[in-house]
């Protein structure tokens, strides 16, 4: 003689034993018998009584879901694994990512599990929400040089702004690069940036930039414009400006942002959106557009923002 016993459908979600008699005869809800018959590590060990083809089906706006839901495929998930397999490799290319991380306290393991953000050269990030006049080492990336300018030190006049919690801005290079950081230019201030320029393998000029959502265009444009000025002057080519703007390209009106940088002739590489409300808020600005092979936006599992990027030669 041996114990048993008899359990509902619903009471035996997550179980897992060798061997159960499944009954049919009452099921009354879509996906009740995929439950039921899962429920052993074997097909051997499984014994089904009253069965009744009827009684197994799904819920048909699972089947109407399926049928909407867009083809996945290896190239459109890891747009940049699959070019930097195919670039010829005698071509000396950077390639540049920027990613809103929400905060590295919270997600700085996330970002170091990441497939393709270990494949930048230069890593931007906003957001970073760090304090104190140091970093831990825990915000470290292995093998890259670190810079980095928190919210309460980079505004100088609107004193209400550096108050507010969040915010920061941090750049990751590779440690192979020949380049230098610049967390202060003359004239560029009240803005959260910093600025890299690297020399070899390739010339560039990086500035990494975040605009809070309650900083008005009023007084960031200014602010944005000294920067620019400051950049322009340091005589380095391509120059390029990533960061978060939190100005969405796919609404309608007026893009004072944009403008300003297509006025100086700039071009925004990023077409697609950039958040989870299908926003374009993530810019990436560069100054010769011919300069770069391939650019756009990754997937990420951790952010409410998805990374963008651009590969240059």
Known sequence: MKLAFACTAHKVQGMTMESAVVCLKRVFEPGMAYVALSRTTSLKGLYITDFDERKIYADPAITDALKNMRHASFENARPLLQFLKSVVPTVPT??????????????????????????????????????????????????????????????????????????????????????????????????????????????????????????????????????????????????????????????????????????????????AATTEKHTLIDHLYISQPYACLQSGVLNTYHSYHNPIYCVIH
């Open 94 to 271: 950077l390639t540049i990512i920027h990613h809103n991380a929400q905060g590295l306290p919270t997600h700085m393991e996330d970002m170091r599990c990441h497939h393709e953000l270990s494949l930048a050269d230069v890593l931007c990030i906003t957001e970073t929400h760090l304090s104190g006049s140091s970093v831990s080492p825990r915000f470290q990336l292995e093998q890259y040089n670190m810079a980095t300018r928190n919210r309460h030190v980079s505004y100088t006049n609107h004193t209400d702004m550096a108050k507010v919690n969040g915010g920061g801005v941090a750049m990751y290079y590779k440690t192979v690069l020949t380049a230098e950081s610049r967390k202060y230019l003359q004239n560029a201030t009240d803005l959260e940036f910093v600025v890299i320029k690297v020399e070899s393998p390739v010339t560039a000029l990086i500035a990494t930039v975040y605009r809070p959502p309650n900083y008005s265009h009023v007084r960031f444009l200014p602010q944005m414009q000294c920067l620019l000025d400051s950049l322009e002057m340091m005589n380095c080519q391509p120059i390029i400006v990533c960061g978060d703007f939190n100005e969405d390209l796919m609404s309608r009106g007026k893009k004072p942002i944009q403008e300003l940088f297509q006025s100086r002739g700039y071009a925004q590489l990023i077409t």
